[in-house]
Structure formats: C-alpha cells, structure tokens
C-alpha cells in the first residue's frame, strides 16, 4: 500500500485520505481536554487536500477546539473542509506568515462559539478563497462575519493591526464588519480596512463596539479604552434586516479616531422600512455613505502610526 510518505529518512510527511471524526462521546476521548487535533512548533507545516474534519457537533460544543495550531511559522493551509466543531473550528496562536487557502468550516445556525478561524499572536496572516457558514464569528482576531476582538477584557492590554478585508460577501450574519472592545482595557485595534465588501441581510452591517461590557459590568464607569483608529470602509453595499445599519459606538477619553467611510451604500432588507446611522464620540469623515453618518466629528490632527 503506498499513502504518499516519502520514506527518505529526511521529509516528515503521511498522507491521509478521506475523513477524521471525533469520538462520539467526550469520555471516548483520552486526549488533551483543551484541544482534538492539536500542530505544536513545526516550521514549514503544510495541511492540504479534499479531506474532512468532523467534530460530531453538539456533543463538543462546550469543550475543546477542533483544530489547534500553534508555533508553526510558514504554514500553510488548504482545500480542507472543516464541519460540525468542537467550539472553535480552526484555531491559529502564535504563528507567523500563514496562508488559509481555500478551506470550508461549515456547523448549525444555533451552534454556540464555533469560530470559523480563531487568529491570536500571530502576524502576516492570509486568508482567501474561503467560505465560512459557523454558528458565531467566521474569522476572529483577538490577543466573519469578520470579528476584530473582543480586546481588552479585564483590564488586559491587546493589540490588533494591519488588517486588510477584501471582495467578501457576509449573507445571513448577525454582525458584518465588527471591532469589539471592552470598558477599561488598553492597547489598540488600527490601521484595519474593509473595502469591496456586500452584506446580505445582515443585523449589523457595520458596528465598532468600543463600550461594551457584560451583565456584571454594566454601567460601570470606565475612562480607559481600547484605541480605534485609522479605521476605513470603502466600496461596501448591501441589506439590513435592523433599524441601525451603521454604529459607531465609542467612548473612553478620545473617542474611535480617523475613521473613514467612502462609498457606502446599505439599505433596508424590507422594501418598506428605513435604515439609519448611530454614531457616538467618533472622529473622521463620510462620503458618499448611506445612511448617512451625519454625526461623525472632524478628525483630530494626529500622525498616522506606521511600521
């Protein structure tokens, strides 16, 4: 029999076709509690082909990530497809240059947390052809409906920079474009854009949450946040099922700063309703942007920070 594995003594490959299942039960299951399939501190890894992941689902939901992948520096993954997970579908922490080639993470509308890709500590990161259908976030990117956050919980200091979204489609999301940060933290989310984009019947098309807080923080005053800026959407068109198609919620002692908005154009899913724009402590401009944001105020001046 012969499954693809050089066997020169030197290459470390195996070849497996077909489909990997989770156990059925979490007492079958004798391995890591935190994780199922689980890649630690290789370079050069490279996961390909037509094959399946299968996390079995709600047996799963509360336990461990389906597919962890840490340390691994020029990895590379691709064609797979990843359905029904254990939480998180793919999780990806502390690696650099990645490429996400291709790959199709697919669990129930009501599935709690089951993150398409959940991407931590980790820098020059790709993610193309792709098609994301989760119960949560599709892409989250902390420490898709594209999820920038939730940064800063606790009090921590977090940081998120130099994402570039481009020529998506979000169809059915709850959120389209989000950056989500906690009262109280530090750190920042910046330099982030979002061009070419079409929301398809989306709740929150476009939202920048930089106040929120649980049940139990609720109406706790805070005057630290979490730095928004230099923020842009451009090209971005589509429908809306709720009355606020745009917000920006912002506060701590400067607001969300530079945000920029050009080419905006999103409507109501109902041919009879109206959508509007709420925006708080925002700073920037908006043109050509429907609804109209009518409230966003000048931008302060302020050097871009660039690497």
């Known amino acids: 029999m012969n499954y693809g594995a050089v066997g020169d003594g030197l290459t470390d490959d195996s070849n497996l076709e077909g489909k990997i299942v989770a156990p059925s039960s979490i007492e079958e299951w004798n391995g890591h509690k935190d994780t199922w399939i689980e890649f630690n501190d290789i370079d050069g890894l490279t996961i390909y082909g037509g094959g399946k992941f ?6 799963w939901w509360k336990s461990c990530n389906a597919l962890f992948i840490h340390n691994c520096n020029k990895l590379v993954l691709s064609g797979t497809r990843h359905v029904n997970s254990a939480k998180n579908h793919i999780s990806i922490n502390s690696c650099n240059t990645v490429n996400v080639l ?22 020059l ?55 989500k940060t906690w009262k109280g933290g530090s750190g920042y989310a910046r330099n982030i854009s979002f061009e070419h984009i079409i929301l398809v019947n989306a709740r929150n098309p476009i939202i920048i949450d930089q106040n929120y807080s649980d049940i139990e923080n609720e109406g706790r005053s805070e005057t630290d946040a979490v730095e928004v800026e230099w923020v842009t959407y451009r090209h971005v068109k589509g429908t809306c099922k709720s009355e606020t198609a745009i917000t920006l919620d912002c506060g701590g002692k400067f607001g969300c700063r530079n945000i920029c908005m050009e080419s905006v154009n999103i409507t109501a899913a109902a041919s009879e309703s109206r959508v509007r724009a709420s925006c708080i402590n925002a700073h920037g401009s908006a043109a050509s942007t429907s609804p109209p944001v009518s409230d966003i105020q000048p931008a302060p001046k302020k050097i871009k920070f660039e690497d």
């Not at 291709?102 to 820098?123: F, V, W, Y």
């Open 102 to 123: 291709n790959i199709t993470t697919i669990a129930p509308e009501d599935s709690p947390n089951t993150d398409g890709i959940d991407i931590s500590e980790s820098s």
């Open 125 to 179: 990161i790709n993610v193309e052809d792709s098609t994301f259908a989760t119960g949560e976030r599709h892409c989250k990117l902390p420490r898709c409906t594209l999820h920038v956050g939730s940064l800063g919980k606790d009090g921590s200091y977090q940081t998120v920079e130099h994402i570039h979204v481009y020529n998506c489609t979000f169809t059915g999301t709850t959120n389209g474009a989000r950056i």
């Open 54 to 59: 299968d996390g079995r689902g709600s047996v």
